[in-house]
């Protein structure tokens, strides 16, 4: 079955994910996420925000659109949560969410380098998406990773709340080009 397709609007995304929301203090959390994020057009969320409350908090900085872990987290509320992956549309660009990458089928490593020991990188976004995407967002494992393989931007912005160096990462798309920054919260 493929993902679902949703086209959005912008250029400057926030990317979330592993917040974890009722383990913190929520409202405080989302102020700093804010303040780490500056100005965006959308927040993109790739799982175990375990509770409604971490959507609505963010969905005060900017729309969400968010995938969820099927182990923990909300039911799902589409358009806005559903569980993934999802595909979603920015002009001529595919951003792949996913919940991890490091789970099955894909079985991904992330410690110290994004490496698919299981199926290449292109086999694994056919898995996930149908094809190949210009970025894929994922989380899971509270640790930022960067990395370019086979034509696609994989990132896992980290963990805003459960982290050692808790992160969050800004994405934009600009004249068919993806650029990431990973900002500690």
Not at 80 to 105: H, K
Request: net charge negative; with cysteine.
């Amino acid at each position: 079955m493929k993902p679902p397709r949703q086209r959005i609007e912008g250029r400057r995304f926030g990317l979330v994910a592993d917040t974890h929301d009722v383990a913190v203090d929520w409202p405080a959390a989302v102020e700093q996420i804010r303040a780490a994020m500056g100005p965006v057009d959308a927040i993109i969320h790739c799982g175990d925000l375990t509770s409604p409350k971490a959507v609505e908090g963010l969905a005060r900085i900017a729309p969400v659109w968010a995938t969820r872990n099927p182990a923990g987290d909300a039911d799902p509320s589409p358009p806005v949560l559903i569980d993934g992956p999802r595909i979603l549309e920015v002009g001529s660009a595919g951003i792949g969410v996913v919940f991890a990458l490091t789970t099955d089928p894909i079985g991904a490593e992330t410690d110290p380098h994004l490496r698919f020991p299981k199926y290449s990188p292109e086999a694994s976004m056919q898995m996930l998406f149908g094809g190949k995407v210009d970025v894929c967002v994922f989380g899971g494992t509270h640790a930022p990773v960067v990395a370019a393989a086979a034509g696609t931007l994989f990132v896992n912005p980290g963990s805003p709340t459960l982290a050692k160096t808790k992160t969050v990462g800004v994405l934009t798309l600009e004249d068919g080009l993806a650029q990431v920054e990973i900002r500690p919260v």
